[in-house]
Every structure is written in C-alpha cells, then in structure tokens.
C-alpha cells in the first residue's frame, strides 16, 4: 500500500503523520484528538500537556470502548431478530 504523509496540528504542535490511509482520514483523526485535548484543556487549566495527552488518550479509549460494546450488542440483536423473523424450515416426515 502507498504511504500518505501528512503534516497535522494538535495542542498547537505540527506533527508529520505517515500512513497508509488517506490525508483527508488522518485530518480528521487528527482533529478528533485536538478537539478532545482541547476540551480537557479548558476544563482542566492546571494540567500540563502531558497530563492532559494521557487524559486525552484515557478519554479516546473509552469512547473505542464503548462503541465497541456498542457495535456487538448491536450485531447480537441483528442476530436474533434474523434468527426470529426467518421462516421455518423444520421438515416434516
């Protein structure tokens, strides 16, 4: 696969980012990371940079976690109602 560097800002710091996806991709998961640092930032002032990266990170992991829970209850239910909602096939003899 073809690599896409690309160069995004988060907490006011230029980070060259290399990947296989696209630079429209990284953008915006760069910018999911500055907004969440963001909105640590002005919630927490007296945190430092590195406080608040890792509180960042913890904040990021839980959210992953969440719609991963999310995302195999969702495919269970799917499961059982296609389970429910097919017909029949018991044969008799």
Known sequence: MEKTKT?????????????????????????KVNTK?????????????????????????????KMQDELEFTKKELERVKAESAPNTTKFR
């Open 7 to 31: 160069i995004v800002s988060i907490a006011g710091k230029d980070y060259t980012i290399c990947g296989t996806e696209s630079a429209e991709y990284i953008h915006r998961v760069a910018l």
């Open 37 to 65: 640092f963001t909105d640590l930032k002005n919630a927490n002032p007296d945190l430092n940079n590195i406080q608040l990266a890792m509180l960042t990170s913890i904040n990021l992991a839980d959210d992953l976690t």
